[in-house]
């Protein structure tokens, strides 16, 4: 038996690098990235996985639209695979973009299959190896080598697919500007990861802390999301994620002193944001706030994390991740858990009843 943690760890501690991959993969396939995203060749673009790759198309989709203008939305890839009519348009013409670590999932092979039949339109892939089935069912894919991994729940893979995604989109708007800003992020992360850790740590051993709640909107509502699987798959912890504001809107009533709310914390909405945090400690949570600048004291937060990256806000997303996965990681080690294989889990769903179709 291998030591707990042993593949996990290093995977989230390494991420930068992952990141440097993307970006290389992206700058090297930026011309055929554009041919693939012509201006008023589709109609809308799907964003596809399943899982934690779900979420990041959920990130991904909100970022794109964002910055594009045009319709986008993310959809897991079992709702395209098995109730296609519901979630596909009779007219128009969408674009897909499919995302798996492995490139092996069955459901979103099968994804593609559905889409194809329905839209007979053109279809991306990002993942971790490029020779892989999904990259060799598409005829563009982006491929983050330095996202591979050995522990089954997603980290660096999930962070260089995410940087990929984002730099895919500076692309496709020809943002250079953001494309400079996300080239500053490896060294950032690398920062941030050493500042991080002994809080990560702190909290994930405090067993006071039973009931994790991540709250995060517009793109970040993806990554709060990815943390609240990250919290329940490594540490089998109580852990769910909201929009901000939706919080109010009945699951504050499981708010006691045995919570600890997470906050990602926006510039657009960081006084509403901020003010809802503020109820959650008054009701008895703590909370803890990710933002780029701030003390505790200036955000009205028991802990905070400051990224003092510098980086403009579009842009800003991978720096949330690194914190909340070692947040895990150290609860799961707390527990006596090991994080690299989770709990009745595997590293890719390969379903018999989606073979061969």
């Keep these: 038996m291998t030591e707990p943690g042993k593949y996990t760890y290093p995977e989230i501690m390494s991420q930068p690098a992952a990141w440097r991959s993307a970006l290389h993969e992206v700058h090297e396939k930026a011309h055929s990235i554009r041919e693939f995203f012509v201006p008023g060749h589709f109609s809308e673009v799907l964003f596809t996985g399943c899982g934690s790759t779900y979420y990041l198309s959920m990130a991904a989709a909100a970022h794109f639209q964002e910055k594009v203008g045009c319709p986008t939305r993310a959809l897991p890839a079992s709702e395209l695979a098995l109730f296609p009519e519901t979630v596909l348009p009779r007219a128009g013409r969408p674009l897909l973009v499919a995302i798996s670590r492995s490139g092996t999932t069955s459901e979103t092979l099968r994804a593609i299959g559905a889409f194809r039949e329905r839209c007979a339109a053109k279809v991306l892939a990002i993942t971790c190896y490029g020779e892989n089935a999904l990259a060799k069912e598409v005829p563009l894919s982006i491929v983050v080598r330095e996202g591979k991994e050995e522990s089954i729940a997603q980290t660096r893979s999930f962070a260089g697919m995410l940087v990929a995604l984002h730099a895919m989109t500076a692309v496709v708007v020809s943002d250079d500007a953001a494309l400079r800003h996300l080239a500053a992020l490896p060294a950032v992360g690398q920062d941030l990861l050493r500042r991080v850790e002994p809080l990560a740590q702190k909290l994930g051993a405090d067993d006071n802390c039973q009931r994790f709640f991540f709250l995060g909107s517009g793109y ?6 990815e943390a609240m699987l990250k919290m329940k798959e490594m540490s089998l912890s109580y852990s769910e994620a909201y929009h901000f504001m939706e919080f109010r809107h009945g699951p504050m009533s499981m708010v006691d002193d045995h919570t600890l709310i997470v906050g ?89 009843s989606f073979r061969g179709t």
């Design 220 to 225: 970040r509502y993806g990554l709060a999301c």
């Design 264 to 352: 990602l914390l926006s510039d657009a909405a960081r006084d509403e944001e901020i003010a809802v945090l503020r109820d959650m400690r008054q009701l008895g949570a703590r909370t803890l706030v990710l933002a780029e600048e701030g003390s505790a004291e200036q955000l009205q937060a028991d802990f905070s994390i400051a990224f003092e990256s510098g980086v403009p806000e579009g842009e800003q997303g991978v720096l949330y991740l690194p914190a909340l996965q070692l947040l895990a990681f150290h609860r799961a080690m707390h527990k006596g858990l090991n994080p690299d294989r989770p709990h009745n889990l595997e590293a890719v769903v390969v379903l018999e």
